[in-house]
């Protein structure tokens, strides 16, 4: 991929003041700017999930609420359910996203005999924020370091509760990417990393054009605040990778990196980048699926199921991917 040119600033922008634009042209932009921020129409699947999560998850009474409230008056919120027989699984969701992004999992039954199924809300989106600002801007907290402050007492918790079944962090997408970062800062606390589809390479992590046209203030006047808060992460992606970089090599726990041949959202050459990072951890798996897109916690829940015990057995081979119909319509 190569390097898009620096955006332009914001300072920039506003010293022309452009006119506001009328109503037909608010609703092209909006609808564009949308569009391209996702850099996709909405597929049927990202639709059909959402009604399966109205139908079977949001209000599922068998899923655990918990508030988790920490000393600097930041709650991290949370979701659970399932049994701690084999593991506790952390699931780390991209941008924008929620907890629920995982729902499939939260009604695996088969899973959850075996599993702890815990999923949060990450710092700065949907309840987890700092109590004295009630309604922060989605993606406010959009550095590493400050995911991990709020991030890792949870996890310390979830350890000390279940010391006898290994902890296995989980994270897709922007998830996917923070989670390395978190289980080096939290590394004896993280026994496994499931990482599907996460950008880790800051060569690949630069925003996009649809990502700087976003950013661009005529149109992010019309934006929704998650696709704005999202934007926001994705322009830290790159500084935070950077961060990371030297820091692979003191990951010693074993590890599975998930990533779709026909991801549009994060570029597949992360998968090699990958490989290349962790060619000293001999309990590492990259696994590259033929015409998977991005969506693998909608598509590919089987799998990550299985990959969860995989990584909590310390028997990578058992994470086995199978083909999935008509996959090629989904970014």
Request: proline fraction near 11%; charged fraction near 15%; hydrophobic fraction near 40%.
């Amino acid at each position: 991929m190569n390097t898009p040119k620096p955006p332009s600033t914001v300072a920039q922008l506003t010293a022309t003041h452009p006119p506001p634009p009328n109503h037909k042209t608010r609703q092209t932009i909006l609808t564009l700017a949308i569009l391209l921020l996702t850099a996709c129409s909405m597929p049927q699947k990202l639709s059909d999930h959402r009604e399966f999560l109205e139908r079977e998850v949001l209000t599922n009474p068998a899923i655990a609420t918990h508030q988790f409230e920490q000393p600097d008056n930041f709650t991290l919120h949370y979701r659970s359910r399932g049994t701690a027989t084999q593991a506790v699984a952390v699931w780390i969701h991209g941008t924008p996203g929620s907890w629920a992004d995982i729902g499939h999992l939260f009604v695996n039954d088969e899973f959850l005999a075996k599993v702890r199924l815990v999923s949060l809300d990450r710092p700065g989106w949907g309840k987890s924020h700092h109590r004295t600002t009630p309604h922060p801007p989605p993606g406010s907290l959009p550095d590493f370091a400050d995911q991990a402050k709020h991030i890792a007492p949870l996890l310390e918790k979830l350890a000390a509760a279940h010391p006898n079944v290994p902890l296995i962090l989980a994270g897709h997408s922007w998830g996917g990417s923070l989670a390395p970062y978190l289980a080096a800062e939290q590394s004896t606390t993280v026994d496994g990393i499931l990482i599907l589809a996460g950008g880790l390479d800051p060569a690949l992590a630069a925003p996009r054009w649809y990502n700087r046209l976003a950013n661009l203030w005529p149109v992010r006047q019309l934006l929704p605040p998650a696709l704005i808060g999202a934007n926001r992460e994705i322009y830290a992606l790159r500084p935070n990778l950077q961060k990371m970089a030297n820091r692979w090599q003191t990951l010693q726990m074993p590890i599975l990196v998930i990533q779709g041949t026909k991801d549009s959202l994060v570029h597949p050459a992360n998968a090699p980048y990958a490989r290349t990072r962790l060619k000293n951890n001999p309990n590492t798996q990259i696994l590259e699926l033929p015409n998977q897109g991005h969506l693998l916690q909608i598509e590919q829940t089987p799998l990550i199921a299985q990959c969860i015990l995989a990584l909590a057995q310390k028997n990578l081979p058992k994470c086995t991917p199978t083909p999935i119909d008509n996959p090629t319509n989904i970014p």
